[in-house]
């Protein structure tokens, strides 16, 4: 049974800094691409960041590039989530993502057949 679960989520102050974590269990994590979302209340998915499943390519939305970084550990079966200088515009709920050895069309959610419950991220102003 594939097990994505977030953690690290929570309420912080603009300009802080949060570290999310996604632990996998059930599949080969370090042959998985790996992507976080984020969905605002009244707002679509949103792929915040990518990594490819050879840790070779990442990616950053507009949004984030230069604040955020992604990261994985396969032996630790984990990636994460970096975020520093957090606005309030990034409150919202980040989900990790999973999808064996996705190469294409990473940052639309229907190619990602596993995904996690998701964690709440809260700046205040």
């Known amino acids: 049974q594939v097990q994505l679960v977030e953690s690290g989520g929570g309420l912080v102050q603009a300009g802080g800094s949060l570290r999310l974590s996604c632990s996998a269990s059930?599949?080969?994590?370090?042959?998985?691409?790996m992507g976080w979302f984020r969905q605002a209340p009244g707002k679509e998915h949103e792929a915040v960041a990518v990594?490819?499943?050879?840790?070779?390519?990442?990616y950053y939305s507009d949004s984030v590039k230069g604040r955020f970084t992604i990261s994985r550990d396969n032996a630790k079966n984990t990636v994460y989530l970096q975020m520093n200088s957090l606005k309030p515009e990034d409150t919202a709920v980040y989900y990790c993502?999973?999808?064996?050895?996705?190469?294409?069309?990473?940052?639309?959610?229907?190619?990602?057949?596993?995904w996690g419950q998701g964690t709440q991220v809260t700046v205040s102003s």
């Open positions: 990594i490819i499943w050879r840790g070779e390519n990442t």
């Open positions: 059930g599949l080969p994590f370090s042959s998985y691409t």
């Open positions: 993502a999973g999808r064996y050895q996705l190469r294409n069309e990473f940052t639309v959610e229907s190619r990602y057949n596993y």
